[in-house]
């Protein structure tokens, strides 16, 4: 699986947009980009991924830039209930052969202002 | 649709004793997922299992097994705790081996003294 960096923390208000970026210069041409959260002492939650083309469903929108070396994820009006740590994995499809369960790396810890 | 639920949610163990965590999986979901989250090594993958049988493992121990039942529910078992089992336990559960989107429990707040 390729490398993900993230920032270790970003702040954001209430009502705004937050945007959470992440880096996988070294992503091969047949792995997605995946976005997991999880609020404080639950289980992570899957978000949303993608491949190449921006992704939008009912929690967030995923933008991936051409060169598909970064990503950015959106939440488009931010609640206090957003808090959490947000992780970018970069991963082959199901049907590649990735099966050795999910790298989470350290994440960003987002906390969302009143 | 009834999410993961794990239980019990949370166990006192001392050291030398030996666990056994429950995992029942979103109906239809045939694939268990395990992890431990500490807080020095994050969450990581312990091991999967699909129609019964251990398809991958991580990097732990023999110490750490599991084993899923004909109807997709899972169990762990730690044999001879350590402090540093002290973790949550984390189960997850996907429609396929493999598959990236999984659905996770609460998890199990392990604490061995």
């Known amino acids: 699986d390729a490398k993900t960096t993230q920032p270790p923390s970003m702040d954001c208000a209430e009502g705004r947009a937050a945007n959470l970026p992440c880096n996988h210069s070294?992503?091969?041409?047949?792995?997605?980009v995946y976005w997991y959260r999880q609020i404080h002492s639950q289980g992570p939650q899957y978000i949303i991924h993608?491949?190449?083309n921006n992704e939008t469903n009912e929690m967030a929108s995923l933008i991936i830039t051409e060169d598909r070396k970064s990503s950015t994820l959106i939440l488009p009006h931010a609640t206090l209930r957003d808090t959490a740590v947000y992780y970018c994995?970069?991963?082959?499809?199901?049907?590649?052969?990735?099966?050795?369960?999910?790298?989470f790396g350290k994440g960003t810890h987002l906390i969302i202002q009143p | 649709k009834a999410g993961v639920t794990q239980t019990p949610r949370y166990l006192i163990k001392t050291r030398g004793q030996q666990v056994t965590l429950s995992c029942s999986p979103i109906?239809?979901?045939?694939?268990v997922s395990w992890y431990q989250q500490t807080p020095g090594q994050g969450l990581q993958f312990l091991f999967e299992?699909?129609?019964?049988?251990?398809?991958n493992k991580g990097n732990f121990p023999g110490r750490f097994s599991g084993r899923q039942f004909s109807n997709s529910r899972s169990e762990m078992n730690v044999s001879t705790l350590e402090l540093g089992d002290s973790a949550l336990y984390l189960c997850?559960?996907?429609?396929?081996?493999?598959?990236?989107?999984?659905?996770f429990g609460p998890g199990t707040r392990l604490t061995v003294l």
């Open positions: 997850a559960s996907s429609s396929a081996v493999g598959h990236n989107e999984q659905f």
């Open positions: 070294t992503i091969s041409g047949n792995e997605y």
């Open positions: 993608g491949l190449k």
């Open positions: 994995i970069v991963r082959v499809a199901l049907s590649e052969g990735g099966a050795d369960g999910l790298t």
């Open positions: 109906s239809g979901h045939r694939s």
């Open positions: 299992y699909f129609s019964e049988t251990q398809r």
